[in-house]
Every structure is written in C-alpha cells, then in structure tokens.
C-alpha cells in the first residue's frame, strides 16, 4: 500500500490554496482596470505571496509615479501661480482655488435649506388655505440653481445629445459598413462635416430650435435643445467611423454563412454584425462621448444653458477677486467628470465586449 507524505500533501493543498487565490485576484483585477484602480492588484498579489519586491515596483509605476507627477505638479503650481499678475489679480494657487470648492459646497447647502424653508412655509400656507375653504397655491423656488445643479444639468444635457447621436450615429454606421454604395455616398458629408467647430454649428442650431420649438411649455427648455443637439451634430462622427469600420472588418467567412443559411437583414444586423463589431462601435461610442463633453462646455456658455460652461461664463463676465479660482474650480470638475464618463463606457463595453483596449 503506497503511502502519501505528509510534507508532499500539505504542500499540495498549500499550492491549490493559492492558485484559487491568484484566480479570485485576476477575476477582480478586470473590474478594478475599468475603475482605473490597477494599482490594486499587485498588492494582492503581493499579500498572496507573488514575489512581492517586484509586485512593489509594479505598485510604484501604477500608483506612486502618478501621484509624485500630481504632487510635482502642484508644487510648481503653488510657487509660479502668484508670480502671474491678471486683470482679476494674481493666478490663485491650490489652496485658494479649495477654498473656493469649500465655498461652492456651502453655498449649495445653504441653497438647499432656503428651498426647504421656503416650501415648508408654502405647505403651511396651504394647508391654512385648504382649511378656510381655499384653494392651494404652488410656487417654484425661484432661487439661482448651485454649482452641483449646473453640473447636473451639464450631465444631463450631454447625455441627451450623445444618446441621440447614437441612435443616429449606429444605424449610418453600419448601412456604410454593409453597403460600398452608402458608404461612397455617406463619405463625402462626414468629411466634409466632421471638422466643423460647435461654434458654427450654434448659431444655425438656434435658428432652427426658435423656428421650429414653438411651445414655451415643452418637455425642454430652448437653450437646452440648442445645447444637446449642437452636442449630437459634433460628436456622432467618431460613432459613424468606428461603426462602419468594425462592420466592415467582419471575417468574409461569417458572411458568406450568413448568405449560406440566408438571413434575412434585421437577423444577420443582430447575430452577426452588431456582436462581431461592439469593440470598435464601443471605440466610436467613448470618443463622442468624450468629444460630446467637451462640445457642450462652449455650447452652454453661447446657449446660456444653465451648466457649467454658462458658470464659467458668468464668473468671467463677474471679474470679481474670486472669479479666476471659480472658474479654475470648473476645470478641474470639467475634467474629473470627462474622466469618469469614459471610466462609465468603458464599463460598460466591458460588460458587452472582450475587448482589452484601456
């Protein structure tokens, strides 16, 4: 009867212990690439027992050379900034430029307490009304919308514009992927609108919005239409591209059994050509996405839709001592949230996609 040794089976149990264990950390490591939390994953690997020196120096590339480049960054940003004289005054530096978030978060509270003040009097009205045989009143606070609205109403508005751009963008796409015919028709016009700035785009977009959006009780406001639909026209292009190309890249072969087992469009579109091209259209999707963001900014400040491009706008028509930081204050939220945005696609094409492009 062969005997087994007790060293040899612990060590065995010790070795598929941590093999499920390296398998746990590369299944949530594609999660954690999605969220740009990368950095993670060799200090799992490290605690796991993975050769931690070199896990530590994947660690340092990762997360300690961005952060000494941010800290490097500010350093020189806090020395040069007051040496800056402006019309508005000096260039503020970090510290000035938080205490103005500080100031935007506390005037948004106070906001929100005024708005529940003044809706609580106006229920207190109301029910006396209703008690005396009246009928109630309802009124809207009037107050100025605070800079956490304005950048909810730039999401929502950038949002709207790319969805439809989409709708638009993916159907174009592949009628030119699958047809050299309306692709040769198409080419022509998205190379000839493609580069066009949003500034020409605005002005013929709120002629048409004024022309043809008469009701002044609508689902939407007119500067928010001029906005999403100024954000839809410059930023489907990429869509368009990218679709056509993923569409046009499929392997002959699977086309060719699509002929074979004649499918009709609607089933070959939904079995063949959208899955084999969700890579590339997912491409197309993020860069109008980010092409979008960046659109609306000029699109709210000639449209006056609140958002935050009208914030900067307003900060810069104001000229107070305060504006420059203010307005510093939207850059950075303008370009943490294009950021997040295209962390959100790219989650998203990682639910839909194999894809391994960052």
Not at 105 to 134: K, L, P, V
Not at 153 to 164: A, D, H, P, Q
Not at 171 to 199: C, D, R, Y
Not at 340 to 353: E, G, H, N, P, V
């Amino acid at each position: 009867m062969t005997t087994i040794d007790p060293q040899f089976a612990a060590d065995a149990a010790r070795d598929a212990r941590r093999a499920r264990l390296f398998t746990r950390i590369n299944k949530i490591d594609s999660g954690l690439k999605v969220f740009g939390l990368a950095w993670i994953t060799p200090i799992l690997r490290a605690a796991a027992g993975d050769n931690p020196r070199g896990q530590m120096k994947e660690v340092w590339r990762l997360l300690g050379v961005p952060l000494l480049a941010i800290a490097i960054f500010l350093m020189l940003w806090s020395a040069l900034a007051p040496r800056v004289q402006t019309s508005l005054g000096a260039i503020p530096g970090p510290m000035q430029v938080w205490e103005q978030v500080e100031n935007l978060h506390a005037d948004h509270m106070r906001t929100m307490e005024d708005s529940a003040e003044f809706y609580a009097r106006q229920d207190e009205r109301n029910a006396t009304r209703i008690a005396n045989g009246d009928a109630p009143r309802y009124r809207t606070f009037t107050g100025a919308p605070t800079y956490y609205q304005q950048i909810w109403t730039s999401i929502k508005t950038v949002f709207f514009g790319f969805v439809l751009g989409t709708v638009i963008a993916v159907p174009m796409g592949i009628a030119a992927g699958l047809s050299p015919t309306a692709n040769a028709a198409m080419n022509p016009l998205i190379q000839i609108f493609k580069p066009v700035s949003p500034l020409a785009w605005l002005p013929i977009v709120s002629i048409l919005v004024s022309a043809l959006y008469t009701a002044d009780d609508g689902w939407f406001s007119k500067s928010f239409l001029i906005s999403a639909i100024t954000v839809t026209l410059c930023s489907l292009w990429p869509t368009i591209i990218n679709t056509a190309l993923g569409v046009a890249s499929i392997d002959k072969d699977l086309v060719n059994v699509s002929k074979v087992l004649k499918m009709s469009t609607w089933t070959k579109i939904t079995k063949l050509v959208l899955p084999s091209s969700l890579p590339l259209i997912f491409t197309g999707l993020r860069l109008s996405l980010g092409v979008g963001w960046m659109v609306l900014i000029a699109a709210e400040m000639l449209a006056q839709n609140p958002g935050l491009g009208k914030f900067v706008w307003d900060e810069f028509q104001n000229g107070s001592s305060v504006s420059l930081a203010k307005i510093m204050v939207a850059v950075f939220t303008i370009g943490i949230i294009g950021f997040l945005l295209d962390r959100l696609m790219f989650a998203i094409q990682s639910m839909f996609t194999f894809s391994n492009n960052r």
